[in-house]
């Protein structure tokens, strides 16, 4: 088959990463997790004192970090930071390092570059929008705020409550979707999927299914 790509974006806890693994391994194309790219940057920025709220020392910092992915992880600076991207210091201040221009200018550029030369799965809020705007089949997975928030709270009930895993997640889906550069919005062409009522594998056989059909 020819080379394409698929764009699955979405707010948070819609299913975005758990249905793109799986049909990475179905259809054998590479997964790019590209919210871990701009989760890493917060995390350097976080664990060295700088202050997001000044762009441009948020901008220099990202210059000067190597991002990386590697057999299924993601690198910064050489080491691995899987689970330290994913805590909830990271989850606060994520989308205010999300919405600095020139950050996103930088990441999608390098998300190019990797979707460039191989068939990829990527996921993220502006895939379809921007960074692969042209992509074969493009995804809009959605559910409701209390059923993403519960999916949330399943995952890990030791650290936060269910109220404040769904204000972090309101909170992050506000600037995300009111942002200058780059909104999370659906694309025109995009499919639209309610995964509110939907298991996994629904979600994964309604996308494999429309690949393999060849419907756009
Ligand atoms: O997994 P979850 O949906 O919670 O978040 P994520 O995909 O890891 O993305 C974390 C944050 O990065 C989002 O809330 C956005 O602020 C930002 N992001 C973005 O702006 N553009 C992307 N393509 C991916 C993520
Ligand atoms: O990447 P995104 O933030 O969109 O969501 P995710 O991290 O893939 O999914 C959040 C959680 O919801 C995971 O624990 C999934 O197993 C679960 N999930 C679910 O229960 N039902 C679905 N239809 C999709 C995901």
Known sequence: MEKYSIAIDGPAGAGKSTISKIVAQKLGLEYIDTGAMYRAVT??????????????????????????????HIYMDERVVDEEIRSSEVNQNVSSVAKIGEIREILVSKQREIA????????????????????????????????????RYEEDKSSQSYEEIKRDIEKRDEIDMNREISPLVKAEDAVEVDTTDMDIEEVVDFIVGRVRGGKK
Do not use: H, P
């Open 43 to 72: 995390l350097k920025a976080l664990s060295t004192g700088t202050d997001i709220s000044d762009s441009q020392s948020v901008v220099e910092l990202l210059k000067d970090t190597d991002i990386d992915f590697r057999e299924n």
């Open 116 to 151: 460039n030369s191989k068939s990829v799965i990527m996921d993220g809020r502006d895939i379809g929008t921007t960074v692969l705007s042209d992509a074969e089949y493009k995804f809009y997975l959605n559910a409701s705020v209390e059923e993403r928030a519960r999916r």
